[in-house]
């Protein structure tokens, strides 16, 4: 099932690279004024994107879940369905959010839910500080914790430390449970 993303750039932002390494089932493009819109298939993808926007920050960030017309047209711009008007609804709503992003879907409870995890999610991302998100990268990429410490030149109780501040345990356990309820979302 679909996901429609509706991004869109808050005053002053300069422009996201829209998801040049994303997989994507349309590409990211410019839709009008400071959007941006893209179709993603999966919904741990949609996860991922929804929070490098928000930990880049300055986004409105609209998530459509449910059935869009097929075949795919070879543009957002001109895509038509259910998932495009609830991304439309839903980066309405992200304006007056003060996590600045919503989930509209074809089941609504589903979607507020998968809303709710994705707020959750946003403000443990939004409130990570700078030594947290080192050593989050560093493990998150694969690394140890040990050469984490290693790259970073602290002990190793310094990385679990900041993985600890940081909640990336949370954000780990947080982040699936997030895409289920955008799969049930999309119906």
Do not use: K, N
């Not at 932002?13 to 993603?40: H, I, K, S, Y």
């Not at 741990?44 to 075949?71: C, F, H, K, M, N």
């Not at 946003?122 to 700078?130: F, G, I, L, P």
């Not at 310094?158 to 289920?180: C, K, Y």
């Amino acid at each position: 099932m679909p996901y429609v993303l509706t991004v869109d750039r808050q005053a002053g932002r300069q422009g996201w690279d829209r998801g040049a390494d994303v997989p994507t089932a349309l590409p990211f493009e410019r839709t009008a004024g400071d959007e941006f819109q893209g179709v993603l298939a999966d919904p741990a993808v949609v996860v991922d994107v929804v929070l490098r926007l928000v930990r880049e920050g300055g986004w409105s960030i609209g998530v459509g879940a449910g059935a869009v017309q097929t075949p795919l047209p070879h543009s957002p711009r001109v895509g038509a369905g259910p998932a495009y008007l609830c991304a439309r609804r839903a980066v309405d709503a992200a304006r007056q959010r003060s996590v600045r992003l919503a989930v509209r879907g074809a089941v609504p409870p589903d979607a507020a839910d998968a809303q709710a995890v994705l707020s959750a999610l946003a403000v443990v991302v939004q409130r990570r500080s700078a030594q947290a998100w080192e050593a989050i990268e560093l493990v998150g990429a694969g690394r140890t914790q040990a050469d984490a410490a290693a790259s970073l030149g602290i002990s190793r109780q310094a990385v679990g430390q900041r993985l600890a501040a940081g909640l990336w345990e949370l954000e780990r356990e947080l982040r699936p449970t997030a895409a289920r309820l955008l799969t049930r979302a999309a119906g």
